[in-house]
């Protein structure tokens, strides 16, 4: 039973990192003459023409684990290795046990903040695609 709590925990985690953010059109004049179908249309032309162009949707998850995880080992070496001197047992033991629970901190919630937060595209990908619909006629509101 707690193997399918997990999996279920996994996959939904999995889902949410796959739905990206797509930018949210002002139903302006120019919207209403061509119609959703159509905007639809011009929004991937717009996102291909930017990763075209060398701009990147992702918006760096894996620099943001690897650095949760590295804040967490030296956090967690800091702390353990005071924890040590503090209780009089070995500065050395207390810095490794430290580091290793800080480590696996940091990674936890680094994976979390990374799949389960907002997916958020890098700035100069929305800019791109931002200025690509302006130029077809559209008003880009934001992203969700």
């Known amino acids: 039973m707690k193997l399918l709590h997990i ?6 985690l999995s889902l949410s ?3 990206g953010a797509r930018p949210v059109l002002y139903p302006n004049t120019h919207l209403q ?3 959703k179908e159509a905007a ?3 929004i991937e032309t717009c996102k291909q023409a930017a990763e075209s162009a060398g701009a990147e949707e992702g918006s760096g998850k894996t620099g ?5 995880t590295a804040v967490g080992a030296g956090a967690g070496a800091a702390s353990g290795a ?15 046990v430290g580091a290793a629970s800080g480590a ?3 990674l936890l919630t680094g994976l979390f ?32």
């Not at 943001?64 to 949760?68: H, I, K, S």
Request: glycine residues 14%; contains cysteine.
């Open 17 to 19: 990192a796959c739905s």
């Open 64 to 68: 943001r684990v690897a650095t949760g």
């Open 33 to 35: 003459s061509v119609g």
């Open 40 to 42: 639809e249309q011009d």
């Open 113 to 144: 903040h990374a799949f389960a937060g907002p997916s958020q595209p890098n700035q100069a990908y929305t800019n791109f695609v931002n200025r690509c619909l302006q130029e077809k006629g559209y008003e880009v509101t934001g992203w969700q």
């Open 104 to 106: 696996v901190w940091g």
């Open 7 to 12: 999996s279920l925990v996994c996959v939904l």
């Open 82 to 96: 005071l924890g040590a001197v503090i209780s009089g047992a070995s500065a050395g033991l207390g810095s490794m």
